[in-house]
Each structure stands twice: as structure tokens, then as C-alpha cells.
């Protein structure tokens, strides 16, 4: 399937937006810094510094593989799995839900939605076709 220039530059910025994200967040968890393991706390976690950690770890392990192109859909799945794991620990202590509850679902959608204007392969795959009448 062809993919126009615009269409590419989408998927490329909304890509990097969630790396970029990704990012920042594994990086605050590697430090962790003092607000990272209070808010593991208020969420239903220790807030042990290893805990924080090896989040940090698997988010940029998930932020890698998304931004190397042969590895980018099994870096989608992986990350969908984790912002899954944060939407239902938002849930579960009934955290806002445009701000807190939704906010992995919209960082899922960007990390989709790049790849898929990104990569012709993933097109392939799961074609939208316009609807017939």
C-alpha cells in the first residue's frame, strides 16, 4: 500500500512524541526521584526504589523496540500490554478519567496510530478499506 509523504511525517512525529514520552518516563523511574515512588505508593504499590527501577527498565525496553523499525510492532504489543497495567491500576483507585484513566489509551492510540501511518507492512496487514455501498 502506498503511503503519501504527509501520511509518513505523521506517523514519524506522532512515533517520536511517544518515544520522547516513553523516554522521560522510564528515565524518572530509573533515577527514580521522590515523587515516582510516593506516587507508586498512592497507587497501590511499595514505592521501593528497585520496583521503580525495573519499571523504568521495561518502559524503555518497550520505548526501544517501538523505535527500531524492525522491532516496532512487537514494541506496540509490548507497550499496549504496559499502558494496559497502568489503565487498571488507575481503575482500581479511581483516578480521573480523562486525565489519569485515558491517558495510557491515548498514548496507545498515538503508538498505533504512528506505526500505522509509518509502516507500510502493518498496513498490510490490517487494511482499512473504505466502506461500500
Known amino acids: 500500500m502506498p503511503n503519501s509523504r504527509a501520511s509518513l511525517w505523521i506517523g514519524r512525529?506522532?512515533?517520536?512524541?511517544v518515544i520522547l514520552f516513553l523516554v522521560m518516563?522510564?528515565?524518572?523511574?530509573l533515577v527514580p526521584i521522590k515523587e515516582v515512588t510516593e506516587t507508586m505508593q498512592l497507587l497501590?504499590?511499595?514505592?521501593?526504589v528497585n520496583q521503580a527501577r525495573l519499571l523504568g527498565i521495561i518502559t524503555l525496553l518497550c520505548?526501544?523496540?517501538?523505535?527500531?523499525?524492525?522491532?516496532?510492532?512487537?514494541?506496540?504489543?509490548?507497550?499496549?500490554?504496559?499502558l494496559g497495567g497502568a489503565m487498571a491500576t488507575h481503575l482500581?483507585?479511581?483516578?480521573p478519567l480523562f486525565t489519569h484513566?485515558?491517558?495510557?489509551?491515548y498514548i496507545g492510540v498515538m503508538?498505533?496510530?504512528?506505526?500505522?501511518?509509518?509502516?507500510?507492512?502493518?498496513?498490510?496487514?490490517?487494511?482499512?478499506?473504505?466502506?461500500?455501498?
Open 13 to 17: 512525529i506522532l512515533s517520536a512524541l
Open 63 to 82: 520505548a526501544l523496540l517501538y523505535a527500531v523499525p524492525q522491532t516496532s510492532i512487537l514494541g506496540a504489543i509490548l507497550l499496549t500490554g504496559l
Open 44 to 48: 497501590g504499590y511499595s514505592g521501593s
Open 101 to 105: 484513566l485515558l491517558f495510557g489509551f
Open 92 to 95: 482500581r483507585v479511581d483516578s
Open 111 to 133: 503508538a498505533w496510530g504512528g506505526l500505522y501511518l509509518r509502516d507500510p507492512h502493518l498496513r498490510a496487514m490490517i487494511p482499512i478499506r473504505p466502506q461500500s455501498l
Open 25 to 29: 518516563d522510564g528515565g524518572i523511574k
